[in-house]
């Protein structure tokens, strides 16, 4: 924690420093999240992953001040705490529903053409693009982790987007493993229906001091996007061609690269708020060391692991090429400014065979 507050209280002195000439109208700033989840889970046709219902709620007030240089430039440094229940558990304790502080830092800079905001510190992840697909991250994950804990760096052109971060994740001591993800994401506006991007990590699953057995994870997803809604009158009608490209080496155990593959098409069809999306993945088995464990008995699973497991493509350890596909139902209104809610049916496929199914509703309220 010590570390984190020197590092704010750095970057702040300086970027004030080179301004100190100016006028700057300092003022008080606010940050409030609501969002509440309910997420059926029926999966017993598979072994992928287990059949339950998430349904619980998150608050994140976070709080601070704001000065806003004369040429639009915006310095923040917010703290907060993340609030979050889930609906019916057993532990009633009071305190048990404050889950992790947030500090950080927040630049937002105009370069002419380009706008670039920073993040430092403990922040919310929903401050990421939504360009990773559910092989990077899963909506569990997305929900439960709910921080980034190092650096997030964005830059905005009329036609592109780019980010990098870095999310430290785990520090090196006697139970607990050294991990940590760089993650990077940017698309462009190539054509008027035409769009190119990527979404990629470096993810470093180290050791304890007492449980060896490091674990490199790359994974790459270059695609192509077409969009022919403005000459249908569709909110959306577009197709995504993607690859998914992982290097993985096991250096202990295994002490070699893999490279699990596939191919994404991605169809989505939307009006009035209401959309059709079909995702189908054709590929190798993308989570080949999901059921190891390390020398401590531990599963690697959702350590190792971020995105949803149905990519794992077989649920009888084969690691052959096979086929993955999820059709989603779902109405997604805004209603004002603040306010954002979703309704959603999800059915998952593997081989053409029936695997489960997600019934889901959601609430987001921003401020």
């Not at 098409?265 to 995702?279: C, V």
């Amino acid at each position: 924690m010590r570390r984190y507050i020197f590092i704010l209280a750095l970057i702040w002195s300086v970027g004030l420093h080179a301004q100190d000439q100016e006028k700057k109208k300092v003022s008080f700033a606010y940050d409030v999240d609501f969002e509440m989840n309910f997420d059926n889970r029926e999966f017993y046709r598979s072994a992928f992953s287990s059949s339950m219902t998430i349904f619980g709620a998150r608050l994140t007030p976070a709080v601070g001040l704001e000065a806003v240089q004369k040429d639009g430039t915006s310095h923040r440094i917010m703290a907060g705490i993340d609030i979050m229940k889930d609906f019916g558990s057993a532990d009633k304790k009071t305190l048990s529903v404050f889950r992790e502080i947030s500090l950080y830092y927040r630049l937002k800079k105009d370069f002419g053409n380009t706008d670039m905001t920073l993040y430092a510190g403990i922040f919310p992840r929903r401050n990421m693009s939504d360009r990773y697909s559910e092989a990077f991250f899963s909506d569990s994950l997305k929900f439960y982790d709910n921080n980034l804990e190092g650096i997030l760096l964005k830059f905005k052109r009329p036609n592109a987007e780019f980010e990098v971060g870095c999310d430290w994740m785990g520090q090196y001591s006697e139970n607990q493993r050294e991990r940590f993800m760089i993650f990077t994401s940017g698309e462009g506006q190539v054509a008027p229906v035409m769009a190119v991007g990527y979404a990629g990590y470096m993810y470093h699953f180290a050791n304890t001091w007492h449980i060896k057995g490091l674990v490199d994870n790359f994974l790459l997803n270059p695609y192509i996007r077409f969009d022919f809604a403005q000459y249908t009158g569709l909110q959306t009608l577009s197709a995504t061609v993607g690859y998914l490209q992982a290097f993985q080496n096991n250096r202990k155990h295994v002490g070699y690269y893999i490279f699990p593959r596939g191919v994404h098409l991605d169809l989505e069809a939307r009006k009035w708020n209401a959309a059709i999306k079909n995702m189908a993945f054709y590929g190798t088995n993308m989570m080949p060391y999901y059921n190891f464990h390390d020398e401590g008995g531990i599963k690697y699973g959702s350590n190792l692991y971020f995105g949803d497991p149905f990519y794992r493509i077989h649920d009888d350890g084969n690691n052959g090429a096979g086929l993955y596909d999820r059709l989603e139902i779902c109405y997604e209104p805004r209603i004002g400014e603040h306010l954002q809610l979703r309704v959603a049916a999800l059915f998952h496929f593997h081989n053409f065979h029936y695997s489960g199914c997600q019934q889901m509703v959601g609430v987001l309220a921003s401020f």
